[in-house]
């Protein structure tokens, strides 16, 4: 993915370099061709490529809290003791 972009990159140089060597060509138009034909796109593009790798850095982050706040939450009762002895219903004897 990234020798793709590197390659483009340089591709895209070449060209602002041809146009600014041009007797017709400028410095801005230079400019202009390496930003509209080579930062602009690539960004976008490594933007979209990562998408899968973010999302799963993300879902491993959420995972990770999920586990800790697991591991750190205290027992059901509050108490972390064993329970005692039941409470018997109003109106029956033990």
């Known amino acids: 993915m990234y020798l793709i972009a ?3 990159i340089y591709v895209v140089l070449m060209m602002a370099v041809a146009e600014a060597m041009s007797p017709q060509g400028t410095v801005l ?3 202009f061709t390496l930003l509209l034909y080579g ?3 690539v960004t976008l593009l490594m933007y979209i490529l990562a998408t899968p790798h973010r999302r799963r850095a993300r879902q ?3 995972a990770a809290e999920d586990a ?3 591991a750190s939450a205290p ?3 509050g108490g972390g003791e064993a329970a ?3 409470v018997t219903p109003v109106g029956e004897k033990p």
């Open 6 to 8: 590197i390659a483009w």
């Open 29 to 31: 138009g230079a400019f």
């Open 39 to 41: 930062a602009l796109p």
């Open 60 to 62: 491993a982050l959420e």
């Open 68 to 70: 800790a706040r697991a």
């Open 75 to 77: 027992a059901p009762d």
């Open 84 to 86: 005692g002895a039941a």
